[in-house]
């Protein structure tokens, strides 16, 4: 079965960047939706960001917004995270989730929209 795998976490400063990347592991030629959540400890896992299988439309969080933003290239079946102006609230492990079969259009905000998770990658920002 096909699992998402993440990378490109690691530790930043405040005020610095990272970029994370998701794809479906194996070789597949299936389009997804794809949405990145995080989970700070003790926390519930929040929804960061989605992005529609074609990437004409996404959504963020108000937390992030302005300051993360998702794309994508098809042509190598990858999704990206482009985190800027990093605060230590950010400091969580990020998941990415991905749903086949969706329209080209459509994004999804909730994590029971998605079936496939990657195993999240930490995230840590420094003060």
């Known amino acids: 079965q096909v699992q998402m795998v993440e990378s490109g976490g690691g530790l930043v400063q405040a005020g610095g960047s990272l970029r994370l990347s998701c794809a479906p592991s194996?070789?597949?030629?299936?389009?997804?939706?794809v949405g990145w959540f995080r989970q700070a400890p003790g926390g519930e896992r929040d929804f960061v960001a989605a992005?529609?299988?074609?990437?004409?439309?996404?959504r963020y969080a108000d937390s992030v917004k302005g300051r993360f933003t998702i794309s994508r290239d098809n042509a190598v079946n990858t999704v990206y995270l482009q985190m800027n102006s990093l605060k230590p609230e950010d400091t969580a492990v990020y998941y990415c989730?991905?749903?086949?079969?969706?329209?080209?259009?459509?994004?999804?905000?909730?994590?029971?929209?998605?079936?496939?998770w990657g195993q999240g990658t930490q995230v840590t920002v420094s003060s």
């Open positions: 989730a991905a749903r086949a079969g969706s329209y080209g259009n459509t994004y999804y905000t909730l994590s029971n929209e998605y079936p496939l």
């Open positions: 992005i529609s299988r074609i990437g004409r439309n996404s």
């Open positions: 194996g070789r597949t030629s299936t389009g997804y939706a």
